[in-house]
């Protein structure tokens, strides 16, 4: 499988939209600008047919040093997490 590299993004934006490169650029810039925002105040952003971008809070928890093997506590955290949504699930499961 492949990858999609944020300069691919910005081709396949631009050839669908009609706009310039540095269009396309702009407008993907400010997508991620807008969803890496609205996360960071703890915002959930929805985009219909997408998916969802969301801020979980990961308790704290009892791990493993992995090269000891002694018990170690890992720190309580927040993590970004994103839900596909069921147009997205089904786009895939083609």
Sequence with gaps: MGRLSKAD???VVADKTGLSRKGAERAVA??????REAVTRGETVRIPGFGTFAVRERAARQGRDIKTGEPITVPAR???V??????????VAV
């Design 9 to 11: 993004l910005v081709k």
């Design 30 to 35: 400010a997508f991620m600008d807008a969803v």
């Design 78 to 80: 927040k993590a970004v």
């Design 82 to 91: 994103f839900r596909a949504g069921e147009g997205l699930k089904r786009a």
